[in-house]
Structures are given as structure tokens and as C-alpha cells.
């Protein structure tokens, strides 16, 4: 039996909160490096890129013509090793949040996100419509959903490295 995209949503912002609850105010703020994201940093882009993830999958599904498109190799995007830069749109900036904030953070543009998949009637139009991606092209909105768990999955690791740095 595999996963649903749903199950692989919730497993992964599970283990997201799993791996930042046990840091203090000062440990989600402390930047490793002058040239590196502070934890809570982390946290302000995944909130900042589901966001724009859902505006896309919103765009592609408004688009009066059908623009359907190949499925790209999406589970690199999980793979640290692949260095990626993040759209302007998706950087942190110089924030500073409590556990608090993140987690409301997170938690809005999460119900955000499934309150416009559970509006979709005909979920083959995710794999029917696409949105271009600044990264892989004209991407199907739904490897766009699944961008979404495997982008986390990636800043998780990146997180685990900043607590090495910051404890």
C-alpha cells in the first residue's frame, strides 16, 4: 500500500516540528554562520514557499486552456547534496520568530493549502494543468503538491545541520 501525497504532508510537517520543538528563542535565531539561515529563518521560507506553492497550483488550476505538462524528476529536491538557490519571493530575510509564530506560520499556509486541494471536484486536473516552476519549467500542479513535503524534507536535513552548529 503506498502513501497518500496527504499522508506524506502530514508525516513530514510531523517530523518538521519534531525536529525544532526541544529549541529555546535563541537557538531558532542563532545563525551558524553570518552566510547562513537561522532555524527560525528555515522556517519563515517553508511557510514563504508553500504559500507561493499554492498560488501556483491556484494559477495553473484558473488557466483557461489546459497546459498539461511531463512530470519532472522532482525527488532530487529533497536531495541536500544538490545545491539550490531560493527565488527571491521565498527568502527569509532577517526575521527573528518564537516557536509560536512558526508554528502558526506554518500552520496557516498548510490550511491554505488543503482548503484549496479540497475545493479541486475533479483531482485529475492536477496531473492535467501545470504552472511553471523557476526550477524544473512547467511543472503538473500535482508534483507541485509533492514539491511541497519533499522541499521540507530537504530544509529538515538543513535543520539538523544548524543544531550541530548552534547547541
Known sequence: MSISVNDHLVKTRNQLFSTINSLT?????????????????????????????????????????????????????????????????????????????????????????????????DKSLLAERSAKHPLFGHLPLDQWVELIYLHEHRHIEQIEEIKLYIR
Open 25 to 121: 528563542k535563541e537557538e531558532l535565531n542563532k545563525k551558524p554562520a553570518s552566510d547562513m539561515w537561522s532555524v527560525s529563518q528555515v522556517c519563515h521560507h517553508l511557510f514563504l514557499a508553500e504559500r507561493a506553492f499554492t498560488q501556483s497550483i491556484i494559477y495553473g488550476l484558473k488557466q483557461g486552456i489546459s497546459r498539461k505538462a511531463d512530470p519532472k524528476p522532482i525527488q532530487f529536491a529533497a536531495d541536500r547534496s544538490i545545491k539550490a538557490d531560493a527565488p527571491d519571493i521565498v527568502l527569509p530575510g532577517e526575521v527573528s520568530l518564537t516557536m509560536e509564530q512558526i508554528i502558526d506560520e506554518l500552520d496557516m499556509s498548510r490550511e491554505v493549502l488543503l482548503e484549496v486541494l479540497s475545493r479541486i471536484e
